[in-house]
């Protein structure tokens, strides 16, 4: 299916990314997504895309101009045959970067699997070195040490840099900026940091608990002088900081107080087939009711255009007036970080 043109939205973005939620269950139960004293009633397998499913969508998102997948979930290694999938996705032409999240703890006996099958890098949630610390956030489910033997594992099958993400709330891991910093100064991670943002509901997000970005860099230089190096990409979210001893290099993804939704142009595809024009939406597409109706690839393109070039979002643009006023923020729902990765 050829590319017919760009394909641009009302803010004159394109679609160049594209995040699969492979599945809405997760092993941990961390207080920025999964809070575990929530009850969760999670999607029966036959409300789940299976991967011949996904990959069919998958192409036709290619078709329009996306060039980079990252896999998501939940926690996408907990869904059987991953690899299957792997495999399945790296046979479309087009697909120029394949990316996993994941919040580590499988890892070590599924890095190597997955680089064979054809993960490009892998991103690992991490946002404590505390083991304390990481088993209260991480809802008395995770093992810290488990975590940092799958990055080392991530390193060893060549799925470098690994990507660590830290997300920061105060009072709770802030004091760790400059030891997480210094613990992966190296050439094969990038940390990046991230401002707590209010994805979904069940987080109960306060702003006060948010840690600017350029109070981390603060932080970081205080012991460490950086330099700026940009984007790699336009539309990535991190801002990209190189140690000017040339040990390594930090990203900070600022949502809260330097919002990017005018370069953001990522498409997101829920395990059950919904399609989310942005990560703090209330309401997605639904692309499986027509895809298991019979609609061709033709068809579905043609969906795929239609919403995208009717999109409009940003939020966190507009999350900021609101903060700078100190005008409540309008409530609504927002889908859960779960459901369609972050």
């Known amino acids: 299916m050829a590319l017919v043109s760009e394909l641009r939205d009302q803010l004159d973005r394109p679609i160049t990314d594209l995040r699969i939620s492979v599945t809405d269950r997760c092993n941990f139960r961390c207080t920025f997504c999964m809070p575990a004293e929530q009850e ?3 999607l029966r397998r036959e409300e789940i895309l299976d991967y011949e499913e ?3 969508l998958a192409r036709v998102f290619v078709s329009l101009g996306v060039e980079k ?3 998501t979930g939940g926690e996408p290694l907990i869904r059987r045959d991953l690899t299957l999938f792997v495999e399945m996705l790296r046979e479309i032409p087009g697909i120029r ?3 996993l999240t994941t919040n580590g703890m499988l890892l070590p006996r599924r890095a ?4 064979e099958a054809g993960v490009d890098r892998v991103t690992v949630s991490l946002p404590t070195l505390d083991p304390e610390t990481f088993t209260r956030t991480s809802g008395g489910r995770g093992d810290l040490h488990r975590v940092l033997e799958g990055i080392e594992a991530a390193i060893d099958a060549g799925l470098v840099p690994v990507k660590i993400n830290a997300v920061i709330l105060r009072d709770v891991n802030d004091h760790e900026i400059l030891e997480m910093a210094e613990r992966f100064r190296r050439p094969d991670t990038i940390l990046r940091f991230i401002e707590y943002m209010d994805v979904g509901t069940l987080n109960r997000w306060d702003p006060s608990k948010v840690v600017p970005a350029r109070e981390i860099r603060d932080r970081i230089e205080e012991v460490h002088p950086l330099e700026p190096i940009g984007r790699r990409r336009p539309q990535d979210p991190a801002t990209r900081y190189r140690y000017r001893d040339g040990e390594g290099q930090i990203g900070i993804i600022a949502s809260v107080t330097e919002p990017f939704c005018g370069d953001c142009t990522r498409a997101r595809l829920s395990a059950e087939g919904s399609l989310y024009t942005c990560l703090f939406a209330s309401e997605g597409h639904d692309l499986k ?3 298991r109706s019979g609609a061709t690839d033709e068809e ?4 795929l255009r239609e919403i995208w070039s009717s999109r409009t979002d940003r939020y966190s643009e507009e999350r900021l007036v609101h903060l700078e006023t100190g005008r409540d923020l309008p ?3 927002r889908v859960e970080m779960f459901r369609v990765g972050g």
């Open 300 to 303: 579905l393109g043609e969906l």
């Open 331 to 333: 409530e609504r729902e």
């Open 40 to 42: 969760y009633e999670f």
């Open 289 to 291: 009711t027509p895809l």
């Open 69 to 71: 997948i990252r896999l």
């Open 112 to 115: 190597e699997e997955l680089a």
């Open 54 to 56: 996904v990959t069919r």
């Open 97 to 99: 970067d394949l990316a």
